[in-house]
Nanobody, 122 residues
Framework: QVQLVESGGGLVQAGGSLRLSCAASGRTFSSLSMGWFRQAPGKEREFVAAINWSGGSTYYADSVKGRFTISRDNAKNTVYLQMSNLKPEDTAVYYC???????????????WGQGTQVTVSS
């Protein structure tokens, strides 16, 4: 079993930055691929970014490419999402998730955190 806890969300003005963290415990973190997803009110959960076990492979949604960066520190059992040049449309609850292999598909992930709210004001 894997337990995931997100932190770092908050209220920020458009153009600002935030860094989300997701701390993992339980199963060996360094063997897992990690993903970030988000869900805005009234919308389906959508893929944001993913990173493989070593950090050598990453995926990004087109909407965040060039603005967000996913990274991980296996020594700290933590994955990060650095978000820059934030836009009001980035407002959502952000979730981290874990699975054995890299994927953009949220149905493929079987371990989820509770989410952290990100609100971007215009």
């Amino acid at each position: 079993q894997v337990q995931l806890v997100e932190s770092g969300g908050g209220l920020v003005q458009a153009g600002g930055s935030l860094r989300l963290s997701c701390a993992a415990s339980g199963r060996t973190f360094s063997s897992l691929s990690m993903g970030w997803f988000r869900q805005a009110p009234g919308k389906e959960r959508e893929f944001v970014a993913a990173i493989n076990w070593s950090g050598g492979s990453t995926y990004y949604a087109d909407s965040v490419k060039g603005r967000f960066t996913i990274s991980r520190d296996n020594a700290k059992n933590t994955v990060y999402l650095q978000m820059s040049n934030l836009k009001p449309e980035d407002t959502a609850v952000y979730y981290c998730a874990a699975r054995p292999a890299l994927s953009r598909d949220y149905d493929a992930y079987n371990h989820w955190g509770q989410g952290t709210q990100v609100t971007v004001s215009s």
